[in-house]
């Protein structure tokens, strides 16, 4: 079974400052992989995917992340952060029809 | 398309009281998925559907929690009798196969909010 590890559990951050939210999964042959995003009081939101090809993926608010197969990590970024970006966002990897989901990183945007 | 439907949006009980949740899949989509999502913490699948058959409920607590999707269409997830740790966002998901992959996109639904005093 897939294990999905997000190191940071909180990053604050000022507006318009960049930021990296960190995941790594578990090892497998072939993995999806995945960051939602979830407002307050809100279901999850996908926010972006690698499914194959081009190891960058980006989302269309600013947000990429890049699959990187030989350390297991599919970290997400974005060069300027927004008030708005202020979420919990959750990375998962899928086998099949298995979802597994980290523990989520809280990002807060600072004014 | 309308998304995934789920109500009620919030539930307060006592401990020891029943509770319901309903779900409502996105049109022709054949999986679906209940997860529960305790705060500071990332969903957790209690159950998953195909049609109107279980595929996996391994981590569901069978003898408080049930779940049933009769006609393979809507859901119901019931918690009989409910203890203080079942306090979380139930979310509900369902998912459409891509033509030709093995990948199938999860939409979720906004979650129940229970609490359990």
């Known amino acids: 079974a897939q294990s999905v590890t997000q190191l940071d559990s909180q990053v604050p951050v000022f507006e318009e400052a960049p930021v990296e939210l960190r995941c790594n999964y578990s090892s497998s042959v072939s993995v999806y992989l995945f960051w939602y995003v979830q407002y307050p009081n809100q279901g999850l939101q996908l926010l972006l995917k690698y499914l194959s090809g081009s190891t960058l993926v980006e989302s269309i608010n600013g947000f990429e992340a890049e699959f990187n197969k030989s350390q297991t990590s599919f970290h997400l970024r974005k060069p300027s952060v927004h008030i708005s970006d202020t979420a919990e966002y959750f990375c998962?990897?899928?086998?099949?029809?298995?979802?597994?989901f980290g523990t989520g990183t809280s990002l807060t945007v600072i004014p | 398309e309308a998304g995934v439907a789920q109500s009620p949006r919030y539930k307060i009980i006592e401990k020891r009281q029943s509770v319901a949740f309903w779900c409502n899949p996105i049109?022709?989509?054949?999986?679906l998925y209940w997860y529960q999502q305790i705060l500071g913490q990332g969903p957790k699948l209690l159950i998953q559907?195909?049609?109107?058959?279980?595929?996996?409920d391994s981590q569901l607590p069978k003898d408080r929690f049930s779940a049933e999707r009769l006609k393979g269409v809507d859901s119901t997830l019931k918690i009989q009798p409910a203890k203080l740790e079942d306090s979380a966002v139930y979310l509900c998901?369902?998912?459409?196969?891509?033509?030709?992959?093995?990948?199938?996109?999860?939409?979720f639904g906004p979650g129940t909010r229970l609490t359990v005093l």
């Open positions: 559907f195909q049609n109107n058959g279980v595929v996996d």
């Open positions: 998901a369902s998912t459409h196969p891509l033509a030709g992959s093995s990948y199938n996109e999860q939409f």
């Open positions: 998962a990897a899928s086998e099949g029809n298995q979802f597994y």
């Open positions: 049109s022709g989509h054949a999986t």
